[in-house]
């Protein structure tokens, strides 16, 4: 299974890499050095406008330091893993099947992989499921200049660099109507002395796995819990029950828009994200 997965997120993403590099207004493929100003508009103009602050690792270095800024942007990918758009979705509180992210930039001398881990999520140091993801290569690698800062070199990745939110062609119906916790651990390894650096990334609930496609969401602080819709069940006496009056409906339809398809006539067994109204009103 390892294999196969490996082998259609490399497929997909070799017909990616033609589609998204052959767009004339991106500034992929161009063979020339940028600052840091220019890696900003770059980031602006290609909609790159998430970031995390990571150490870079190194063998003897005390303690956590920020070292390097990666850039990212949230995307969807099709069904059939072929080709990718810009995720349009509030990403604080939306994931699917088909999310994951796009990686701009990293530093020179050292690899970006990722491999996904799921265990149950009522479970504490249970065991975990673990599948390999593999290696990627941003589209910009960049060294640190003393005297003009982060440059940023033009990379030329042969496939685009992307990490799914959730592994591609998993049999999640092998853990029966167990609720899961999911994420890619990215790891930073430095081609140096292979000292790592690892991070969480994209932390997901999947559930109600007896369905043909499993329900996935992402508790934000607003939310209040998870409830499955039940034959009978209406938005206005979810409501009721669950929040402060029926009139509430309004917060649950619109936390869980991706998934209620007519909220005059929910379906049996979908899974709602309850908020917390008084945080949303």
């Excluded at 103009?45 to 870079?56: A, N």
């Amino acid at each position: 299974m390892k294999k196969r997965l490996l082998w259609k997120l490399a497929g997909a993403a070799c017909f990616l890499a033609v589609a998204f590099i052959g767009v004339e207004t991106t500034a992929f493929g161009q063979e020339v050095v940028i600052g840091e100003e220019e890696l900003a508009q770059l980031c602006e103009t290609e909609g790159f406008t998430e970031s995390r602050t990571v150490p870079l690792p190194e063998k003897g270095k005390e303690g956590w330091s920020a070292d390097y800024e990666l850039h990212y942007k949230e995307i969807l990918l099709s069904e059939d893993g072929g080709s990718f758009t810009d995720n349009p979705h509030d990403m604080k509180g939306y994931r699917s099947l088909d999310t994951g992210k796009l990686i701009l930039d990293y530093a020179e001398g050292y690899e970006i992989s990722f491999e996904y881990h799921i265990k149950d999520e009522a479970s504490e140091g249970g065991e975990e499921t673990i599948i390999e993801g593999g290696k990627i290569t941003p589209y910009y690698r960049a060294v640190k200049d003393p005297e003009e800062g982060w440059r940023y070199s033009p990379n030329d990745p042969e496939v685009p660099p992307i990490i799914p939110d959730l592994p591609r062609d998993y049999d999640w119906k092998q853990h029966g109507d167990t609720t899961l916790c999911v994420y890619p651990l990215v790891t930073l390894r430095s081609l140096k002395d292979q000292s790592t650096y690892s991070y969480e990334s994209s932390i997901t609930f999947v559930t109600n796995l007896y369905k043909e496609e499993p329900d996935c969401y992402f508790l934000m602080p607003t939310d209040q819990e998870v409830y499955v819709v039940k034959p009978g069940d209406s938005l206005w006496k979810i409501a009721r029950e669950h929040c402060e009056e029926g009139e509430d409906w309004v917060y649950i339809n619109s936390r869980n828009k991706d998934r209620i398809k007519n909220p005059d006539n929910l379906e049996p067994g979908t899974l709602l994200v309850i908020p917390n109204v008084r945080s949303v009103k």
